[in-house]
């Protein structure tokens, strides 16, 4: 597959004519209109109203003769869509007059409003939003709610015809993926904050589309370096593009706190103040916090909170040493070791820590999840490590929330809907795959092909290889439903790529390590392991590449896929900008 934009306006071959729009009047309504016209005009009148109508007619029929087709194959979406089945008759230009119509209700109509965001910049057309019981596009945009399509939580259907745009799904969640496909389907342009002049036009056909895993994430690590509320929300902004729908903020670690809690406040007034190589670190306030929570729930993104326990946990010591095995205050660390450091699971005090940062935690976090790490705790070992664990699941429970955590967890008991992150280099794993028989189901994210901290090649300026070199392929080339021996793919929830940041300081690090590799991992969550193809992958991948410049987002220009070198259009700025799409 191939997205190179098609060469200059070029007769379309006459087996791909497009046939006379059918919303030009046909012979019979032009009768009809005549015979209610007669009533008024004479003869004369009339004969030339029906001479002009025939020739506006006949010039759009060969101007649409004429016209380019799409730029864009119907095809060419990452993820992958489960079902394409393109209509070169049917492609369509979004005119200056398109209005968004979406089904009367408060959660489609939001949408629509993302969209007409999204869309305005760039047209520069007004884009009106309005709503209707049953939305029909009537030569613009319709987003119809619709319980009796049968697509499951995210899934929806997109129709592009001469008549315009249709998303149709069961939920707010499946428009809003509509959405992202309808934003990748037209030209790169669209990603231009400033009006360009462009035909927006969109391919033809029909594409019926819904996840292969429920849970498609990625980790942003904010406790080694600490990154500002904005950064965070351009990071939901790039999940959301790809359809992922978890954020897991890696919120505490020996570095650094990064959220309040306000039971035991020198966590961030103490233990907030670090991060790796000596900067200032930083934290959360609990509106903060919200403010990313809600930002991201408004892209159907929901945040997995991260409280790392009981090793990662130096910042918590230094701020209250009544924590630490010795009782003494270990001085802040700035650098890059682990496993030195947890807390005291011999002491009750320990276990109070824990259920008031979980229970605020829990309190301001609308998701079912709260993730309580439990990796590489090297000093707590045996049944002190499961029997703290087992506690702590508890507690996790007991506030009404499901636990996640690294798959060092798996040797301690189950809990009802338990959850491992696993992120090991070798998929023999029989300690998980036992964990998995007792009924826990896991996150996928082996150390090898989803860290997003490994570099790329010898020569990425930042990054890790402990697991190796990731290069784009090797991110996709596997397949988080087999890749744990002896777990079946019903176990697997999903897939995550965690960026860890000891060496990421900046947004523009950040992308440079998510870009081009988060849209591979979203693939493997999402795509229907059927349409698995690196070719067909970097193929479409290509054609981001000017989505990205145009929006004045980092990548990196990975040697193996086949970047577009026309950018988007002649003269672009590039201003970094967070996706306003809701307040
Ligand atoms: C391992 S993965 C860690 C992190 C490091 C990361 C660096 C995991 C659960 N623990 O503490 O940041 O490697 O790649």
Redesign the pocket.
Known sequence: MSTTPSPGPTAVPATNAVPLPTREPDAATLARADAATLAQADAATLAQADAATLAQAAERAAGDLLAPPARHRLADVVPAPQQVQPDPTGDWVLPAEAVIVATADPAALAVAEQLAHLLRPATGYPLPVTDATTPEPAGGIALVLDDTVDLGAEGYRLDITTDGVRVTASTAAGLFYGVQTLRQLLPAAIESRDPVTERWALPGGTITDAPRFPYRGAML?VA?HFFAVEDVLRVVDHLARYKLNHLHLHLTDDQGWRIAVDSWPKLTTLGGTTEVGGGPGGHYTKADYTRIVTYAADRHITVVPEIDLPG?TNAALVAYPELAPDKIAPPPYTGTE?GFSYVDPADERTYDFVADVLGELAALTPGPWLHVGG??AFKVKGEVYTGFVERVQRIVAGLGKTVVG?HQLAPAAHLDGRVLQW?GTNGEDPTTAEAVRRGALLIISP?NHA?L?MKYAPDTPIG?D?AGLIDVRKAYDWDPGTHVADVPTEAVLGVEA?L?T?SVTSLADIELLLLPRLPAIAELGWSPRATHDWNGFRDRLAGHGPRWETAGITFHRAPEIPWSTTPAIPTQRNVPQTDTTKP
């Open positions: 690590d080694r990662h682990v990796d590489e690294w992120w150390g860290y901290d890790h402990w965690p860890w000891e």
